[in-house]
């Protein structure tokens, strides 16, 4: 009985001949399997033993020649193997040997090329040499990390890896030793690459992780100012010097832990029920040439990057530290004036100007809320006794009046009323002797007067000064909302969710490089000087998107950040029953805290309905927390659930644009 070996998707098979007509063979397979195959595919035919043996025998044979040897056996030209087969084993091998010998041939390429069907030409020495150098390499390198793999899964980090965590995570180059390693032991643990590199200490801690991550991606020389300082600053000279100065006392509000201290507010009484009111801005563009190396900077960081206890500023300290209006200084501003005529507030005229002006007090809503209510602030009760807020009681009772009629006015344009009850949290991060690092986090309500002051009073200097680029047809950047989208253009388009006809961002000059764009597009108009950016200007369009992007990714760490100091929160508390809010369905809100999560076993219940859940676990890497349904709370219902709702999907909420985040510095309006 006729037997083959013959070739079939890239390898070598046996089989016995069952009839053989013309170029086809039907043959039936070692396995069992029958099938017709090609004569031109056929490499032996033997006729003992069977291809079960000769397939076995082939194999073991195969494995026992010398690589090196056979290679220095072989003719340097091309060879088939049946030749070389006489040659290696005598004048007429076995058909066990013949086959190992194919196998082993076929099975090395690197000493062996391939030419054609049982056909072979010994690797050049040169070539070779390098492939098996290649080849060591190889063999090194799956040691390597079959070796980091164990030392990850044993909770050990690797040497060099330090360096090399956080770019890991972000940047990952998935063909180096590090990345494998790293797969392979994630594959073998079952934990993600974040909780393996934190086990193992690559990062201190998960803050250390959320922190190294995001530095990675978008600060990767790192987030200090170190090329640029006072020295620089001060070389500018005080090139403010020569502005007029302003014949107010001009004081802020601000939160006590605000250091990039930016706008202020000034009231001059004009006659009965007749006020001059001032919203006076910061004006680093006096100091920061355009195109300048300070400048750059800003356009780089695009803003101050915020979270709970720190903040990576958008302009170097020193910068910082020159623009800032703190009291008792005199420094450079853009000051929008108003002309408001009572008992209505309306606002009669409008004047911008660039000048100086005296700081005399810095205000820290944080330290006034309580004292500072609104029957005070109307006369119905007596004005509180704080010394500091004697000076400007009277200013603080016309912008009280003056930003509630703004707000009815914006609340007739939107065709609803602002949430009323619309609550903050704030975070403060304190190092305790005995306990180290404590969150502590307090909840405070958006209604406030004095937030309620600042808030329209930013809002109507972006309104108005949206128009005043738009009437001297002078290009900024506006920010619009329109059917819930809220978006970034370069002309005016309403703003439904403020109940503006347009509106910019410009009194935040010192944290976000927008703001300072469009102020220095405003201070060229009221000095009569040319514009530094042009109607279809690329910069500006470049400017725009490259701040979107960046806008997005720093909100997103904020965001990430508050949500692992909520769960370091959740840790310091003396039990694991928290109060919660629902939302909607399972999804609900920490009550005392801004932390949306999912709840388990929760009952169909409606919004705003308060509850008590049981944490089951914290995960601080993965910023996520597991816990499971109580009861009900029947005491009370949650007078906050609309803004809840509304910041549990962010892109369909206006609040981007009006909430203040002072206690971390974040955006003003």
């Known amino acids: 009985m006729s037997h083959v070996v013959f070739e079939e998707d890239g390898g070598f098979k046996a089989g016995t001949v069952l009839t053989e007509a013309g170029g086809a063979l039907q043959v039936e397979y070692a396995s069992g399997k029958r099938g017709k195959i090609k004569a031109s595919h056929v490499l032996m035919r033997f006729e003992q033993p069977g291809p079960q ?102 909770k050990n980090l690797p040497e060099g890896w330090a360096a090399l965590a956080a770019g890991m995570l972000m940047r990952p180059d998935k063909q180096s030793v590090a990345w494998r390693a790293l797969e392979l032991a994630s594959e ?14 690559a990062f201190a801690s998960a803050r250390e992780l959320h922190f190294g991550k995001f530095a990675a991606e978008h600060f990767p020389r790192g987030v200090a100012h170190t090329e640029l300082g006072l020295d620089q600053v001060q070389a500018l000279g005080d090139v403010g010097e020569h502005l007029p100065l302003a014949a107010v006392q001009a004081f802020s509000i601000d939160d006590s832990t605000t250091t990039e201290i930016d706008d202020a507010l000034s009231v001059r009484a004009l006659g009965p029920d007749h006020w001059e009111v001032g919203i006076h801005i910061a004006a680093p563009a006096v100091l920061i040439p355009l195109g300048s190396g300070l400048d750059q900077v800003g356009r780089a960081r695009m803003s101050t990057v915020y979270m709970p206890g720190e903040k990576i500023t958008m302009l170097p300290d020193a910068l910082v530290h020159a623009c800032s209006l703190d009291a008792g200084r005199t420094v450079p501003t853009l000051s929008l004036y108003l002309e408001v005529q009572g008992p209505g507030y309306t606002v009669v005229s409008t004047a911008t100007r660039l000048e100086r002006v005296a700081i005399a007090a810095n205000l820290r809503h944080d330290l006034l809320d309580e004292a500072i209510s609104e029957e005070a602030l109307s006369g119905l009760t007596p004005r509180p006794g704080n010394a500091e807020v004697q000076p400007f009681w009277d200013a603080l009772q016309v912008l009280w009046g003056l930003a509630q009629a703004r707000t009815l006015e914006r609340e007739k344009v ?70 819930g989208r809220v ?14 006809s347009q509106y910019i961002w410009s009194t935040s000059p010192l944290r976000r490089y927008v703001d300072l764009v469009n102020q220095r597009q405003i201070i060229a108009i009221c000095t009569s000087s040319r514009a530094p950016y042009a109607s279809n200007d690329s910069e500006l369009f470049s400017v725009m998107s490259a701040f979107d992007t960046k806008y997005d990714a720093y909100a997103d760490f904020q965001a990430t950040m508050e949500r692992y100091w909520c769960l370091r929160w959740l840790g310091q508390q003396p039990t694991d029953k928290v109060a919660a809010v629902s939302i909607r369905e399972d999804l609900v809100r920490l009550a005392d805290a801004p932390f949306y999560f999912r709840l388990s076993g929760l009952p169909e219940i409606a919004a705003g309905r308060r509850l008590w859940a049981q944490v089951i676990r914290r995960d601080e890497i993965n910023v996520s927390l597991e816990a499971r349904f109580i009861a009900m709370d029947e005491a009370a219902v949650s007078e906050d659930v609309e803004v809840a709702i509304e910041q549990a999907e962010p892109s369909d909420a206006p609040s981007s644009d009006t909430q203040t985040s002072e206690s971390s510095e974040g955006d003003k309006p």
């Open 53 to 154: 043996e000769v397939v076995r025998a082939a194999q073991s044979l195969a494995d026992d020649i010398d690589l090196q040897f056979l290679w220095e056996c072989a003719p340097q030209d091309e060879f088939d193997f049946d030749a070389l087969a006489e040659d290696y084993f005598g004048a007429k091998p076995m058909a066990s040997q013949r086959f190992g010998l194919l196998l082993r041939l076929h099975g090395a390429p690197v000493y062996f090329h391939r030419k054609g069907r049982g056909r072979y030409r010994p690797a050049p020495p040169d070539i070779l040499t390098a492939a098996l150098a290649a080849l060591e390499r190889k063999r090194l390198q799956e040691i390597s990390i079959q070796q980091q793999a164990e030392q990850l899964v044993a």
């Open 188 to 201: 073998r643990s079952g934990r993600n690459h974040q909780e393996l590199l934190v086990e193992a200490g």
């Open 414 to 483: 939107r065709g609803k009323p602002e949430a009323r009850f619309r609550s903050d949290f704030s975070f403060y991060i304190e190092d305790q002797p005995e306990v180290g690092e404590q969150v502590r986090i307090v909840q405070r309500r958006r209604d406030a007067p004095l937030d309620r002051i600042v808030a329209e009073m930013m809002i109507l200097a972006n309104s108005t000064w949206g128009k005043y680029l738009a009437d001297h047809e002078v290009p900024g950047i506006y920010r619009s909302q329109q059917a």
């Open 487 to 500: 978006r970034t253009t370069t002309h005016p388009l309403p703003h439904a969710g403020l109940g503006v």
